[in-house]
């Protein structure tokens, strides 16, 4: 069996929503014991929208009223969205987006992106002639934004069916749905709404729909959606249609061996109330009326029902049980699963029908009609199917053959390593039919062993083939193979005589070494603090995670008090001798600025940094042969302020 979706949820907090008058709309006078056939494809189990006819258009307030105006034309990406089972769950409102009544496939009308859309979907179909006595079910789910607009302005959901031979409008079956302010029953606030405005959500709902005294008519359904009117809110919906089309209750058919018998109303009713067919006696005031043992063949049964208060017809509805059911186990075709994937078995469910499938590994349900299977090794699946009242046992078998890929990924040697040590990385598959590693995503060619030897940094992975068709790929491994970088000599630091200086050492390894480690606080950090009276040579040894290293070195020559100099004369010819005017800082922890003036007075160079120091340029421009003026101030680290002038040559 399968159903109808409509999924439709909206943010605000008042709803005025003729919601449960969808279950509302079956009516009859009698049922017999044969089944319908329902119109191609009205179920959507085709996988397509063959039969249905889709709309585009747009929403708009006119003179006070809503006004959805759509034309026909192909189904719209992201506006009619065929959606097969299993496809996971809706973000606003957790529930699934495929219909949970066993259907395979359901769909999506509208979107959450705003914008004064409007969308619809409709179905027309012929009513066999002498059939009096028909109906539908389909279930809907629900999502919209609720902005508290006005009522004309809001987004909407619209379900109109229409005896098309009459042009009458089937009231008991058709509702206008809108949000307005408070939440109607069965709903629930989305905890995703992504901002201020609610997001009414209404899950999984079945409803039932009454076409007795139709035979011979044309129906049409028609289902509409719409966005709010001024661009900014949306509203959408899930649909799916039963697979059966029916005159008579679930459970009026029953099996001759059966225990019990089972008979269930029609959805979306307040309350039940059976009788037998003298309307004096009550059997019961559930939607499924159990009776045990199964009454005589040809009892006559009526059920009263109430709809939601404002929403649907008060109706009775008869069927007389008979005892000329019969079940067949349908376990599917044969199927084959790569990787575990899940593949389809068995069909689509029956109302009033028990199913188990066994053994009850790799599937997703052994208990539906149709699950998923995923089994690790090949299996053969028996589906016992029965009527709910114990008879009717009928077997089937199903044989899903499988291919597993084993794809772990092995790391022989390291993940990082030097260039210039003795390590190695060595990726190893299982072995299969064919291979393909990757560096990067990019197909590394020639590469088509069970084992590659790493001889570049990169992120690697193998796709694995089998002669039956399956492919897998391997998780990634990242690879670090480096060079050393080379080692430098640092600039001369001044340090003032038992006054600590920060020395600083390039920070690109995994761990750094001071040696010696005389006058240093820490040898074994990037920034020791230095305090000594002597001069002193460092070797900093700069280590990586891949193990390259690196030596640099620092030389420290004490001084006795703090000072600042300036050369007198400088020469920026690019000789790399003596190319920049910059101070030589003693004691000095923080220079604040160092600014250099023509003799007009006018600045021509100013840093807060001792390095590099002065070019000889100005405004990109080289200057001549001249006399300037350079002017400091700095902190010392005795916390003193230290300002000092002076004047230079530049020399070409």
Known sequence: MQKFKFFYCNKRRFFRFALYTFGLLFCCNCFNSTHAQCPSNIDFETGTFNGWTCYTGYVAAIGGQNVINLSPGPPAVDRHVMIPAGSGIDYYGGFPTSCPNGSGYSIRLGNDQAGTQGDGISYEFTIPAGKDVYSLIYHYAVVFQDPNHQEFEQPRLELEIKNITDDKVIDCSSFTFIPYGSLLPGFFESPNAGGDTPVWCKDWTAVSINLN?????????????????????????????????????????????????????????????????????????????????????????????????????????????????????????????????????????????????????????????????????????????????????????????????????????????????????????????????????????????????????????????????????????????????????????????????????????????????????????????????????????????????????????????????????????????????RPILMGIVELRYFRIYNRWGQLLFESKSERPGWDGTFKGHRLATQAVVWAMEGKGVDGKIYIRKGTSILGR
């Open 213 to 581: 005294g139709h035979a011979g008519k044309t129906i049409r359904l028609f289902f509409k959606t719409a966005d709010c009117t001024f661009r900014r809110h949306f509203g959408y919906a899930y649909v799916d249609v039963n697979s059966e089309c029916s005159g008579e209750f679930v459970g009026a058919t029953y099996c001759p061996d059966d225990t019990a018998v089972n008979v269930v109303a029609p959805y979306g009713y307040s309350d039940y109330t059976w009788y037998n067919s003298t309307f004096t006696q009550v059997l019961g005031r559930a939607q499924t009326l159990t009776l045990k043992p199964p009454p005589a063949v040809g009892t006559n049964i009526a059920v009263k029902v109430v709809p939601y208060h404002g929403y649907g017809c008060l109706d009775t509805f008869y069927a007389k049980l008979i005892d000329t059911l019969t079940v067949t186990s349908v376990a599917g075709k044969n199927s084959f699963s790569c990787n575990r994937a899940p593949v389809h078995i068995g069909a689509n469910p029956k109302p009033g029908l028990v199913y188990e499938w066994k053994p009850a590994t790799g599937l997703s349900n052994p208990n539906i009609a149709n699950p998923l299977a995923s089994p690790a090794s090949s299996t053969t699946y028996v589906l016992t199917t029965r009527n709910s009242g114990g008879g009717c046992v009928d077997t089937d078998t199903v044989l899903v053959e499988a291919s597993v890929i084993d794809n772990s990924l092995q790391l022989i040697g390291k993940a990082a390593f030097c260039v210039d040590s003795d390590d190695s990385a060595i990726l190893k598959v299982h072995l299969i039919d064919s291979i393909q590693w990757y560096r990067d995503n990019i197909l590394i060619s020639r590469a088509n062993q069970e084992r590659y030897r790493v001889t570049r940094s990169g992120e690697y992975h193998a796709m694995l083939y089998n002669n039956k068709g399956c492919s897998m790929a391997t998780a990634k491994q990242k690879i670090i193979i480096e060079s050393p970088q080379k080692g430098i000599v640092y600039p001369m630091q001044y340090a003032v005589i038992d006054m600590p200086l920060t020395l600083k050492a390039r920070q690109f390894g995994a761990t750094v070494l001071w040696t010696p480690g005389i006058n240093l606080d820490n040898r074994s950090i990037y920034s020791p603090i230095f305090k000594g009276g002597s001069e002193q040579l460092y070797t900093i040894a700069i280590t990586t995670s891949s193990g390259c290293l690196t030596i640099d070195t620092q030389l420290v020559r004490a001084v006795k008090q703090i000072d600042v100099v300036v050369p007198n004369a400088f020469t920026p010819n690019n000789d790399g001798r003596n190319d920049f005017l």
